[in-house]
Nanobody, 125 residues
Framework: RVQLLESGGGSVQAGGSLRLSCAASEFTSLDLNNCKGWFRQAPEKLRERVAIIDPRTGTTDYADSVKGRFTISQDNAKITTFLQMNSLEPEDTAMYYC????????????????WGQGTQVTVSS
């Protein structure tokens, strides 16, 4: 039933680091090669796509606001998708969600239809 399990959020000071994890359930029937993405939404703001990865090729893409600071990656089995967050800023404070596509397609334009429960990241000055 729960296909994506997120963890790793917390509260840190500006300049600190966190690593978020998104694990595909052992019971999922979804193709692990489907696109994976990290999204975030802060209160009173629109949802923002942070980073995506194509498990088939390893190709990644990032929002301009996190380039050079965040890194999306996967374990060798493609079960877990990570978001390494360095040099965190107060503007990074948001609820972070992991999501995957239901089928195949270009990851940059695909529909991310399956979502995790979210994990809160809070960065203080």
């Amino acid at each position: 039933r729960v296909q994506l399990l997120e963890s790793g959020g917390g509260s840190v000071q500006a300049g600190g680091s966190l690593r978020l994890s998104c694990a595909a359930s052992e019971f999922t029937s979804l193709d692990l090669n489907n696109c994976k993405g990290w999204f975030r939404q802060a209160p009173e703001k629109l949802r923002e796509r942070v980073a995506i990865i194509d498990p088939r090729t390893g190709t990644t893409d990032y929002a301009d606001s996190v380039k050079g600071r965040f890194t999306i990656s996967q374990d060798n089995a493609k079960i877990t998708t990570f978001l390494q967050m360095n040099s965190l800023e107060p503007e990074d404070t948001a609820m972070y969600y992991c999501a995957t596509t239901y089928g195949y397609g270009a990851c940059s334009t695909a529909q991310y239809a399956i979502w995790g429960q979210g994990t809160q990241v809070t960065v203080s000055s």
